[in-house]
């Protein structure tokens, strides 16, 4: 093939057919037809028993069985992973190296035989150490004409069909997580192959985001201490309020953070405790310098993350709601219920699907939990998605329960980690009939494991707003 620069212009011509396909959604809802059918032919969920570490430290090993045998099933020719200085972090891991170098390089892994590389000669060095399952054949490019040259045969293309090749690419930005690949590099791979590139979302997630026995264990010890030092923080709340001392929302983060640190946990950031109308703004925290009193008759939301000191431990990260008060106000509890029915409404509809057999999208649950609070009034007060995957970082690599900020098409399949976190945010609320509305956040959040027949809610969930001052406590 002889590559000019005309190429290089066609290339910027001509958009690839899947970015403008009018069928986007059609393509989205096709790719993991494959698990579906497997499913009702009743081999249970694919890969129950296959499933490789996640690759978040470079020291574990890739599973290349498994990556096949997903490529197998929803009929892929293979995987092509490509970086340049760094911009794919995906790429990075499943190859098992820590430097990209500087030149662009791509990695092939086809859906029967070994992995291959396409380098350039001046950088490898860089890839003399890759994952034991992505050792293979190094092929060598100088000039960008060679490169364009060298990519058909190097993913197989033979011109009888066009290749399926999965990349970190997602149509219509759906899920931005996993669009790591530039469009100038997916129009010349689309160009010089003739590929149709679908996206490699739900195979990230494979690799990236189902946890191993391990790592769920160390999810829930955090977990534990979470809900512990929730209880302990608003229990100093309390305290505080009936002895007549001053605290505030800066004062209880640190209480916080001292419990976290007393129990060998990272909490990576300090946690959101917010009162009132600051409770509004989902991402509030308090700082020495900016942050409101805890009084009587204050509303009080605690959110508080941690894990572990281990690179491969995961988070436990939960939201909780309490009245400073003796009474909860009824109009603050039926905001709250709003706020738990969309949470059960989200485990009940993962509960039934994984009865049937049947993997759900993330954006399928934000959409019934949003319901849920639209139904009930309060649709207005909907500021994020329901929730986000979990795992060794706050906001890990799978399955978010999003289609609002993005749409989520990936599944929940067995191994992964996610939050369900409604919320109702009315910072102009007067709630309480005060001469001056305070505003109201209100948001309840439990963590969430897949397995392959049930679905685990660690450690429990809030079911009405604590009334810290009530005789009962």
Known sequence: ??????????????????????????????????????????????????????????????????????????????????????????????AGIKDSG???????????????????????????????????????????????????????????????????????????YVSKVDAGTLELVTEVTGAEIVSSADLVQLMQAVLSPEQMDSHRRAAQVCLDTKDAAFAFVAESLRAGTEISEYDVQQFIMDR??????????????????????????????????????????????????????????????????????????????????????VIEAVEASLGEHRLIHGYELDDLARDVIREAGYGHGILHRTGHSLGPLVHWNGVNLDNLE?????????????TIEPGIYLPDLNWDDSATPKGLGIRTEVNCIVHADRLEVTPGRQREVIALLSERL
């Open 1 to 94: 093939m002889q590559v000019t620069r005309e190429v290089t212009s066609a290339v910027v011509r001509r958009r690839s057919s899947v970015v403008h396909s009018p069928n986007i959604s059609q393509k989205l809802d096709d790719l993991p037809k494959a698990w579906d059918n497997a499913a009702k032919a009743g081999d249970g969920f694919p890969f129950v028993v296959k499933y490789p570490r996640p690759c978040h430290t470079l020291e574990q090993i890739v599973n290349l069985e498994t990556i096949q045998a997903y490529l197998q099933l929803n009929h892929l020719d293979g995987w092509l992973l490509y970086d340049f200085r760094g911009q794919n972090p995906i790429a990075l891991h499943v």
């Open 102 to 176: 500087t030149r662009r390089w791509f990695l092939w892994i086809p859906a029967q035989g070994r992995p291959s590389w396409l380098i350039h000669a001046i950088e490898r060095g860089a890839f003399m150490d890759v994952a034991p399952d992505m050792e293979g054949n190094k092929h060598i490019y100088i000039g960008w004409q060679q490169l364009a040259e060298i990519l058909p045969t190097f993913v197989g293309s033979n011109g009888k069909r066009p290749l399926r090749i999965a990349m970190e690419y997602s149509p219509l930005g759906a899920v931005p």
């Open 260 to 345: 976290f640190a007393a129990a060998n946990l990272d909490p990576d950031h300090p946690p959101i405790v917010a009162v009132n109308a600051n409770a509004a703004l989902p991402h509030y925290a308090p700082t020495a310098q900016r942050h409101s009193p805890i009084r009587r008759g204050d509303m009080l939301l605690i959110d508080l993350w941690a894990k572990e000191y281990a690179p491969d431990a995961c988070f436990g990260d939960l939201t909780w709601t309490a009245y400073c008060g003796a009474d909860v106000p009824a109009t603050v509890q039926d905001i709250f219920n709003a706020v738990a029915r969309a949470r059960d409404t």
């Open 406 to 418: 993005t749409q989520d098409r990936r599944r929940l399949i067995p191994g992964v980690m996610f």
